[in-house]
T-cell receptor
Framework: AQSVAQPEDQVNVAEGNPLTVKCTYSVSGNPYLFWYVQYPNRGLQFLLKYITGDNLVKGSYGFEAEFNKSQTSFHLKKPSALVSDSALYFCAVSVSYNTDKLIFGTGTRLQVFP | DAGVIQSPRHEVTEMGQEVTLRCKPISGHDYLFWYRQTMMRGLELLIYFNNNVPIDDSGMPEDRFSAKMPNASFSTLKIQPSEPRDSAVYFC?????????????FGPGTRLLVL
């Protein structure tokens, strides 16, 4: 079965510190991986995606993610967190047998403290 | 572009009433998706369309739910009759194409409360 897991419900980090939001996946074939962010009372906003090529993907607002095939992971990172980064983050994977569809993780709430 | 537009943003109704949620996708996008978000079940895909044709409705919870896309710029999700367990945030998303790696763009959502 295709799945994506976000093992942490919440991540707390001090402003200015690096942040990591974890994501692991399980798919048949090559994965196509996404990160979205959701601010309160808003829809999901696309941050970045991995399709192929360079394992380090750069996205919006200074975020990046590293695809690691051996660890089946796609962790979201940022070198220096901002209070305004506080939001709900979702990892998603394209389903290999039907690549129109995305399967979303349960989300990780990032709280950045001043 | 204005992005994906959804209406209403908030809906409060009583059990048994009909509810209609509306979505206008980004112009030129061929795919439209309806999702439901709840605390218990997270983000679930309900149904999606390609060129106004429903492709996969396996996520539609039951016959009380129906979705239509009469043209490329408009879709509705209807719940009849509504029940308290339908309370959730419903998102519409669209993408330019389908297939591998295509980015979906989400609307702001409709927050539905069924009393």
């Amino acid at each position: 079965a295709q799945s994506v897991a976000q093992p942490e419900d919440q991540v707390n980090v001090a402003e200015g510190n690096p942040l990591t939001v974890k994501c692991t996946y399980s798919v048949s074939g090559n994965p196509y991986l996404f990160w979205y962010v959701q601010y309160p009372n808003r829809g999901l906003q696309f941050l970045l995606k991995y399709i192929t090529g360079d394992n380090l993907v750069k996205g919006s607002y200074g975020f990046e993610a590293e695809f690691n095939k051996s660890q089946t992971s796609f962790h979201l990172k940022k070198p220096s967190a901002l209070v305004s980064d506080s939001a709900l983050y979702f990892c998603a994977v394209s389903v290999s047998y039907n690549t129109d569809k995305l399967i979303f993780g349960t989300g990780t709430r990032l709280q950045v403290f001043p | 572009d204005a992005g994906v537009i959804q209406s209403p943003r908030h809906e409060v109704t009583e059990m048994g009433q009909e509810v209609t949620l509306r979505c206008k996708p980004i112009s030129g996008h061929d795919y439209l998706f309806w999702y439901r978000q709840t605390m218990m079940r997270g983000l679930e895909l309900l149904i999606y369309f390609n060129n106004n044709v429903p492709i996969d409705d396996s996520g539609m919870p039951e016959d009380r739910f129906s979705a239509k896309m009469p043209n490329a710029s408009f879709s509705t999700l209807k719940i009849q009759p509504s029940e308290p367990r339908d309370s959730a945030v419903y998102f519409c998303a669209s993408s330019l194409f389908g297939g591998t790696g295509e980015t979906q763009y989400f609307g702001p959502g409709t927050r539905l409360l069924v009393l």
